[in-house]
């Protein structure tokens, strides 16, 4: 239960997680019953009973848009965009704290191995603790990423594979 909110029947991974503060992870075989209202700048989320109505709209007064995903069979949720240029097709991860790009895909935006040798090192934790050294890089243009949405409130509805977005940093 989560506030009111009781899912059953629900199958949960036992993993070695980081150090606190993070418990846990929410996937989607439990969000996937519910809507989810999204506030990033505010640190919000509300769940809502999914509503399988493809009409539906987010409860906001804020102009927003509605982006065009595509809902995989697992009930993930794709975006459509592009990165330099180039055609890109990513996975809508409201957990994740940067915006991610392959390899192979920043090759196709033009991106050297010795480019790539002088962008900065860091390393990116997930669920396990020793983490991954990633590089650090700054395209010309990326139309639609997560740290977009960082700053927006966002719509979720995985029932119908919708998503909506404030239009505004400030909903």
Do not use: K
């Not at 519910?34 to 007064?61: G, I, K, N, S």
């Not at 962008?119 to 603790?129: G, L, T, V």
């Not at 997560?146 to 505004?168: H, M, N």
């Amino acid at each position: 239960g989560l506030n009111g909110a009781i899912t059953s029947n629900v199958r949960v991974l036992l993993a070695q997680a980081p150090s606190p503060p993070l418990d846990g992870v929410l996937g989607i075989n439990v969000l996937i019953g519910y809507e989810l209202d999204l506030d990033a700048p505010h640190r919000r989320l509300v769940l809502y009973r999914a509503r399988p109505c493809p009409a539906a709209l987010p409860p906001w007064t804020a102009p927003f848009t509605r982006l065009p995903v595509q809902q995989q069979r697992s009930g993930h949720l794709f975006v459509p965009g592009e990165l330099d240029g180039q055609p890109v097709f990513g996975l809508l991860d409201t957990g994740a704290s940067y915006t991610t790009v392959g390899l192979a895909v920043a090759r196709d935006a033009g991106v050297t191995a010795a480019a790539l040798r002088a962008d900065p090192a860091i390393r990116a934790y997930s669920m396990n603790e020793s983490g991954l050294v990633v590089r650090q890089r700054r395209f010309r243009t990326l139309i639609i990423g997560g740290d977009y949405l960082s700053t927006r409130r966002i719509w979720l509805s995985l029932v119908t594979g919708q998503a909506f977005v404030t239009t505004s940093d400030h909903p």
